[in-house]
């Protein structure tokens, strides 16, 4: 990632931006006990003040072996990115060695976006030779933000691909906006992107209740935070109540959440790695685990390993729905591999049970594959026999039942000039 040098355009004075941001409190208006309440970010947590030629920026800097355990899950990468890549549309990201990643996390000053909202902390991780490097950037006023995204592009120069969490929605176009409105061209804009929470939602939406990195975080990666963590709805009020009053002390809590994000991105992105590639391993515990990931497959076109990881899911034990499901998925498996024996099988299965889909597929099996046409008006007659039945539902006979009357009324022209002539 190259690093870019422009002039920007003049910045709005500190009063002006305050009155973006909605405070309407200048210095010389706060009252004198307030005034000696304030408590530099400086005095509050390790950190430092860095020159950029664009003014100083305050900066939290931590290292983590890269053994380092979050939860139960090292952050550095130890299975390969191949799924990961081909499901993200980018396999420039399965190339990449760990040292060009980053992890990317936004504290904003609201969720509605545009160009007044700010990021007023940006959390960035990344791979170097000896540990995890993390660092926070934070704005001691909206006057820093020109030295803020000075040294964040400086920090992210070395990463060719960002790892975020609802980043695509969010936390890149926010960043864009506030370079365009600092008249600089976005570093990230070729950059590979990975965001997680997309792939969450695919693995862990049939089995847990939420998909927010914290609820992973906890539930996924057996990573409990400390009472020191702020919740992310309390965080832009916290920011502006700092930008009146100068006490920092509230800001402890947001650099832990925001550095906790961080950590559960890395960790995350490598346990995922590691079910993704071998998800047989023994390393995935529950049912519906596997058959995500043998969804997940299917969808990307591998049709082998989908049919091997959904025949596991099934031995393991699924709800009873899911297991309809599955069965469902893996007979098409079978059916796009040419293994109709089995894919047969867990059609006639599927039939006892009365999934009309079923029916509908061996009635089109015997009326095309086999040329009998009896057979396959039985399984069409016996697929509408269940939409008359008094618990088929509207939604069924809606997309049900027009197809299948026109099936048997083409099966009933066949079979009638078919018959022999007396």
Same mark, same amino acid.
């Given at each position: 990632?190259?690093?870019?040098?422009?002039?920007?355009?003049?910045?709005?004075?500190?009063?002006?931006?305050?009155?973006?941001?909605?405070?309407?409190?200048?210095?010389?208006?706060?009252?004198?006990?307030?005034?000696?309440?304030?408590?530099?970010?400086?005095?509050?947590?390790?950190?430092?003040?860095?020159?950029?030629?664009?003014?100083?920026?305050?900066?939290?800097?931590?290292?983590?072996?890269?053994?380092?355990?979050?939860? =139960?899950?090292?952050?550095?990468?130890?299975?390969?990115?191949?799924?990961?890549?081909?499901?993200?549309?980018?396999?420039?990201?399965?190339?990449?060695?760990?040292?060009?990643?980053?992890?990317?996390?936004?504290?904003?000053?609201?969720?509605?976006?545009?160009?007044?909202?700010?990021?007023?902390?940006?959390?960035?991780?990344?791979?170097?030779?000896?540990?995890?490097?993390?660092?926070?950037?934070?704005?001691?006023?909206?006057?820093?933000?020109?030295?803020?995204?000075?040294?964040?592009?400086?920090?992210?120069?070395?990463?060719?691909?960002?790892?975020?969490?609802?980043?695509?929605?969010?936390?890149?176009?926010?960043?864009?906006?506030?370079?365009?409105?600092?008249?600089?061209?976005?570093?990230?804009?070729?950059?590979?992107?990975?965001?997680?929470?997309?792939?969450?939602?695919?693995?862990?939406?049939?089995?847990?209740?939420?998909?927010?990195?914290?609820?992973?975080?906890?539930?996924?990666?057996?990573?409990?935070?400390?009472?020191?963590?702020?919740?992310?709805?309390?965080?832009?009020?916290?920011?502006?109540?700092?930008?009146?009053?100068?006490?920092?002390?509230?800001?402890?809590?947001?650099?832990?959440?925001?550095?906790?994000?961080?950590?559960?991105?890395?960790?995350?992105? =490598?346990?995922?790695?590691?079910?993704?590639?071998?998800?047989?391993?023994?390393?995935?515990?529950?049912?519906?685990?596997?058959?995500?990931?043998?969804?997940?497959?299917?969808?990307?076109?591998?049709?082998?390993?989908?049919?091997?990881?959904?025949?596991?899911?099934?031995?393991?034990?699924?709800?009873?729905?899911?297991?309809?499901?599955?069965?469902?998925?893996?007979?098409?498996?079978?059916?796009?591999?040419?293994?109709?024996?089995?894919?047969?099988?867990?059609?006639?299965?599927?039939?006892?049970?009365?999934?009309?889909?079923?029916?509908?597929?061996?009635?089109?099996?015997?009326?095309?594959?086999?040329?009998?046409?009896?057979?396959?008006?039985?399984?069409?007659?016996?697929?509408?026999?269940?939409?008359?039945?008094?618990?088929?539902?509207?939604?069924?006979?809606?997309?049900?039942?027009?197809?299948?009357?026109?099936?048997?009324?083409?099966?009933?022209?066949?079979?009638?000039?078919?018959?022999?002539?007396?």
């Amino acid at each position: 990632m190259k690093q870019f040098r422009y002039n920007l355009i003049p910045m709005p004075n500190l009063s002006d931006r305050l009155r973006a941001l909605g405070v309407h409190l200048g210095a010389e208006q706060k009252p004198q006990t307030e005034m000696s309440r304030r408590v530099p970010v400086e005095s509050v947590l390790e950190g430092e003040l860095k020159t950029t030629p664009h003014g100083e920026i305050f900066v939290a800097e931590a290292h983590y072996p890269h053994s380092y355990l979050h939860g =139960n899950t090292p952050l550095n990468f130890s299975a390969p990115l191949d799924l990961i890549s081909v499901w993200a549309g980018d396999e420039r990201m399965a190339s990449h060695t760990p040292d060009q990643f980053a992890f990317i996390d936004t504290e904003t000053t609201g969720l509605a976006g545009g160009s007044g909202t700010y990021a007023f902390m940006i959390g960035v991780g990344r791979f170097e030779e000896e540990d995890f490097h993390l660092a926070q950037f934070f704005m001691r006023d909206p006057g820093e933000e020109p030295a803020l995204l000075h040294a964040l592009e400086h920090f992210l120069a070395p990463c060719e691909t960002i790892v975020s969490f609802n980043g695509k929605s969010y936390d890149l176009p926010l960043l864009q906006a506030r370079y365009i409105t600092n008249s600089w061209p976005f570093p990230l804009q070729q950059t590979a992107h990975l965001d997680l929470l997309h792939l969450a939602r695919r693995l862990w939406r049939q089995r847990l209740p939420s998909r927010a990195l914290g609820y992973l975080e906890e539930h996924i990666l057996e990573q409990t935070r400390t009472e020191e963590d702020t919740p992310g709805w309390m965080i832009p009020q916290m920011y502006f109540d700092y930008l009146k009053s100068g006490d920092a002390r509230p800001m402890k809590g947001i650099f832990y959440h925001n550095a906790m994000d961080i950590l559960s991105l890395a960790a995350l992105t =490598n346990h995922i790695a590691h079910l993704l590639a071998d998800p047989l391993d023994g390393r995935v515990s529950h049912a519906l685990d596997l058959a995500a990931i043998g969804k997940l497959n299917e969808d990307l076109g591998y049709l082998d390993k989908a049919a091997l990881i959904l025949e596991h899911s099934l031995e393991e034990g699924l709800p009873p729905q899911a297991h309809q499901e599955v069965v469902r998925r893996l007979s098409f498996v079978h059916k796009r591999r040419g293994e109709m024996p089995l894919a047969l099988s867990l059609w006639w299965q599927a039939a006892a049970e009365r999934q009309i889909y079923a029916h509908e597929e061996l009635a089109k099996y015997y009326e095309h594959s086999e040329k009998n046409y009896p057979e396959a008006l039985r399984w069409t007659k016996a697929a509408l026999a269940l939409l008359n039945l008094p618990g088929a539902s509207f939604a069924d006979k809606l997309h049900w039942q027009a197809p299948l009357e026109h099936r048997q009324h083409r099966l009933l022209d066949k079979i009638a000039r078919h018959e022999p002539q007396e």
